[in-house]
Every structure is written in structure tokens, then in C-alpha cells.
């Protein structure tokens, strides 16, 4: 039996946590509407605040322009050490393993995604999706010391939505 369509946990998130994963959904909703993959990403420090945040802009070629990776890169300049461990990054989706290399190359801190590459890649293959050319594996097994949080069952719905419609997008 697999286990993947059980009910899962709701993570123990606080009001403002959730409102940086409602951001990063957002993101994704607009980078969808912009023409690009939904997929969106919010970097917030210590204090709370949001430092950095971006979507994918894939659809110009270049398939490495993922904003969990762009976050680790700005945050590699603009955040000394001990800001990087204490920051948090928010996503509509998990790291895939490129991003999830470069944030803990860079010594970032937790990570909260509204939905896992499991789902992703569950969801692809329902709709007949071929697999991509990076295996689908999860943040732990690239990085294996990160705090990492997720799904968040409340935003599934609306991430699937999403990446349902960017695949509609692709045969239209
Ligand atoms: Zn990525």
C-alpha cells in the first residue's frame, strides 16, 4: 500500500508562518501568470522580516533560475553567517536537490513548503508527465542536517491547481 494520500500532519506553524507560506503560494500564482512554472520562495531573517523573495523565471531557457536557489545566492551576500543559520525560507514547493545544495552550501536555517517533490512528482505522473532530468529527492536526503517543515495540507489544493494549470499551459 502507499502510504502518500493519508492524511498528514498539520505542522505546528504560527500565524506569521503562515502567512510567509501564503506569500510564497502567491508567488507561484504569479509567476504562473506571468508565463513562468509556479514556484515561489520568501526568505525571512531572525526578526521576522521578509529579506528577499522571488519566483521561477525558467521560461526564458534557462532551467536553473529557481528562487530557492536565487535566495541562497543573495543571502550569500547580503547575510553574514549567523543571519543565514537564523533565517527561514518559505516555499510553495520543496527544494528540488540543485537548491537544496545551495542552501545549505550557504548555511541557511529552516526550511517550510507547502508541498513536497513526492507530491510533485505523484502529481506529474498522474498527468502524464515525463520525469525531468533531476531525480525528485527530498531536501534530507541532499542536505541532511536541515530543520525542514512541510507539507502544509492547507495549501496542497491550491499548489496542485497550480502546477495542473502550468501543465495545461504547456499543451495549449
Ligand atoms: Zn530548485
Request: proline residues 9%; glycine residues 8%; hydrophobic residues 40%.
Amino acid at each position: 500500500m502507499e502510504p502518500a494520500e493519508e492524511a498528514v500532519p498539520t505542522p505546528d506553524l504560527s500565524p506569521a508562518e503562515r502567512a510567509h507560506v501564503r506569500r510564497a503560494v502567491d508567488l507561484a500564482r504569479a509567476a504562473l501568470e506571468s508565463g513562468d512554472e509556479p514556484f515561489g520562495s520568501v526568505l525571512v531573517d531572525a526578526d521576522g522580516q521578509v529579506r528577499f523573495e522571488d519566483h521561477n523565471h525558467v521560461a526564458g531557457g534557462d532551467a536553473t533560475q529557481h528562487p530557492e536557489f536565487a535566495a541562497a545566492r543573495w543571502a550569500a551576500t547580503h547575510l553574514g553567517p549567523d543571519q543565514r543559520r537564523a533565517a527561514t525560507v518559505y516555499t510553495s514547493g520543496e527544494h528540488c536537490p540543485m537548491c537544496a545544495a545551495a542552501h545549505a552550501w550557504v548555511g541557511l536555517g529552516r526550511i517550510v513548503y507547502a508541498t513536497s517533490s513526492e507530491q510533485l512528482t505523484a502529481w506529474h505522473r498522474e498527468w502524464g508527465v515525463p520525469p525531468g532530468p533531476v531525480a525528485p529527492l527530498p531536501i534530507q536526503q541532499i542536505a541532511p542536517d536541515l530543520d525542514v517543515v512541510g507539507p502544509v495540507p492547507e495549501f496542497v489544493d491550491e499548489v496542485r491547481g497550480l502546477q495542473a494549470r502550468a501543465r495545461s499551459q504547456d499543451r495549449s
